[in-house]
């Protein structure tokens, strides 16, 4: 497998191709991790924003991010009309912002933060001034914990075959009539599994269990799923259920939020189809896949649900699929014009 090189994301950060909307959702992403709160992005798919990217809070202090990402190195004095101009939003903003983050992919010297750090003085010296330059994000990106973040954004790493499922635990019995299981190994994903604990037990009719190996974590952010405890495996009572399940591995803070929002989506899908509510509260259909993207479109997510209505996995993309109406299925031939009558007649031939 042919490896990206060591300084990989400092590059695709700094030749960035992906727009403004990307940007805005990917310094979020990187906020959060930093430990900031109520991350709430303005409009990141375009409008206008009255000089606030994102609004969050940290420290107790009311905070202001503007986002800066044009493709490679710009100019300092490019660089610092830019920090100055949205500096001045900030310094205008009601209630008053009490910190001001520049999140760019410009490569920053010593000197050029403490210029722009200097130029923020001359405007106001009650906003604190946090940097978010090229080396500090790469730095943050590179952290194991950002792994599904740095998939999703920069494709580095997105190959769900990178990381291996953990491997099954080995079992062995000693003893007449005794019985050994092995452990299953896990699904493959980004980076690396839990593997399953190994099991040992001697004596007659004794029984060993070799634990399951955990799922990697998945493209989209999704933390990797838990092994099967031995007494979900053995077929014990539903009761017993539980020792020795492996716990499920964190998910992104953008996949939690996702997962937020599908769930309302399937929400109003049982509104708004209570005949099927049965049957999908039974766990014997799902949501339709379908209804999930039709409205994942309406509400302006840049996700989509890839796969059947079985098995489903979340995926990013990189502009904002335009809804389909009645018209546009009209001229595909996958709607008659006169679907409206269908079904309607009385029966007479």
Avoid at 104 to 131: F, P, S
Avoid at 242 to 252: N, S
Avoid at 301 to 315: A, C, L, N
Wanted: charged content about 25%; aromatic content about 6%; proline content about 7%.
């Amino acid at each position: 497998m042919t490896r990206d090189p060591w300084d990989e994301t400092w590059r695709r950060l700094r030749e960035w191709t992906n727009g403004q909307a990307p940007s805005e959702r990917l310094a979020a992403q990187l906020l959060l991790f930093d430990g900031y709160e109520g991350v709430d992005p303005s409009h990141p798919l375009g409008g206008p924003d009255g000089g606030k990217d994102i609004l969050c809070t940290k420290d107790g202090l009311r905070c202001l991010a503007a986002v800066y990402f044009p493709r490679g190195q710009q100019k300092l004095r490019e660089i610092k009309s830019k920090f100055r101009g949205d500096f001045r939003k900030a310094k205008s903003q009601q209630p008053p912002v009490g910190r001001f983050l520049f999140v760019t992919n410009q490569e920053l010297r010593l000197a050029d933060r403490e210029e722009l750090r200097q130029a923020a003085t001359e405007v106001a010296t009650d906003i604190e001034v946090v940097l978010y330059h090229l080396e500090r994000i790469t730095a943050l990106l590179d952290t194991p914990g950002m792994q599904a973040v740095r998939s999703q954004f920069l494709g580095i790493g997105g190959d769900p075959s990178d990381g291996p499922g953990g491997r099954g635990g080995s079992a062995y019995a000693i003893g007449a009539r005794s019985t050994a299981m092995g452990g299953k190994g896990g699904r493959g994903g980004l980076g690396p599994a839990g593997d399953g604990g190994h099991g040992v037990a001697a004596g007659d009719r004794s029984v060993s269990i070799g634990g399951n190996g955990g799922d990697a974590a998945q493209p989209g952010g999704v933390g990797g799923r838990g092994a099967r405890g031995p007494t979900d495996r053995f077929g014990s009572p539903s009761y017993m259920w539980g020792p020795g399940r492996g716990g499920r591995g964190g998910c992104t803070p953008e996949f939690i939020r996702l997962s937020e929002v599908l769930s309302g989506i399937c929400r109003e899908y049982l509104e708004r189809f209570p005949q099927d509510a049965p049957f999908i509260n039974a766990g014997l259909e799902q949501v339709p896949t379908d209804w999930l993207n039709q409205r994942l479109v309406e509400l302006g997510e840049m996700w989509q649900v890839d796969g059947d209505d079985t098995f489903r996995t979340p995926r990013s993309v990189d502009h904002l699929p335009q809804p389909r109406d009645i018209r546009e299925m009209i001229l595909l031939g996958e709607l008659s014009p006169n679907a409206d009558d269908a079904g309607s007649g009385d029966g007479e031939s």
